[in-house]
């Protein structure tokens, strides 16, 4: 059972790349939600599903695309990398909207320059 | 808009000083307060979920109490291993989306 994986674990792209930050968990959760980590502001949600089919924006959506094809996976694309994307980013999932708790992977650090 | 503030940003005790974290949150509707912990480098770990004003819960050195307004995370006779960063966070009952505070980062000097 391992859990809730992403990867990359670092990532250097440069202004205008774009890139996919993969996640994937084995707990059969239904909720699974991006999250990003910045200095003095807390962890903010990006995108969100609730199940196979079924995404929704977050607080800071703009410039981030999801999909949800499986129960299992669920990538963040960054489609025109800025330097404000530089971040750590969290990937999360739980049962029935986190009752029993959120599970989160292990972050992507990602700088853009 | 849902919000949560955390304080103290920092604190620093000696092994077995017991202390208490404290979150303040405004919610419309609370669903779920959470307590998580994060060391350096990693991502946040789930300690407690408090549902209702007056529940308690306790793990090991950590109990967590809820009020209407805020939730405290006292630690007794902490340990260095205890040192961490503690986040707290609220979902409202309208929607999925957690809130977190900016979190506080306790040092336990031995």
């Known amino acids: 059972n391992a859990g809730v994986t992403q990867t990359p674990k670092f990532q250097v792209l440069k202004t205008g790349q774009s890139m996919t930050l993969q996640c994937a968990q084995d707990?059969?959760?239904?909720?699974m939600s991006w999250y990003r980590q910045d200095p003095g502001m807390g962890l903010r949600l990006i995108h969100y599903?609730?199940?196979?089919?079924?995404?929704d924006q977050g607080e800071v959506p703009n410039g981030y695309n999801v999909s949800r094809s499986t129960t299992e996976d669920f990538p963040l694309r960054l489609l025109s990398a800025a330097p404000s994307q530089t971040s750590v980013y969290f990937c999360?999932?739980?049962?029935?909207?986190?009752?029993?708790?959120?599970?989160f992977g292990s972050g992507t650090r990602l700088t853009v320059v | 808009e849902d919000q949560v503030t955390q304080s103290p940003e920092a604190l620093r005790l000696q092994e077995g000083e017991s202390s208490s974290l404290n979150c303040s949150y405004t919610?419309?509707?609370?669903?779920?307060l959470f307590w998580y912990r994060q060391d350096p480098g990693k991502g946040p770990e789930f300690l407690f979920t408090?549902?209702?004003a007056g529940e308690e819960k306790e793990k090991e050195r950590l109990k967590a109490t809820l009020t209407k307004k805020e939730s405290f995370l006292h630690i007794t006779a902490p340990k260095p291993e205890d040192s961490a960063t503690y986040l707290c966070?609220?979902?409202?009952?309208?929607?999925?989306?957690?809130?977190f505070g900016t979190g506080t980062r306790l040092t336990i000097i031995p």
């Open positions: 999360a999932s739980s049962y029935s909207g986190g009752f029993y708790g959120y599970t």
């Open positions: 707990m059969n959760h239904e909720y």
């Open positions: 599903s609730v199940g196979a089919g079924i995404t």
């Open positions: 919610v419309s509707g609370l669903r779920g």
């Open positions: 408090l549902y209702s």
């Open positions: 966070a609220v979902q409202a009952e309208r929607n999925e989306k957690l809130t």
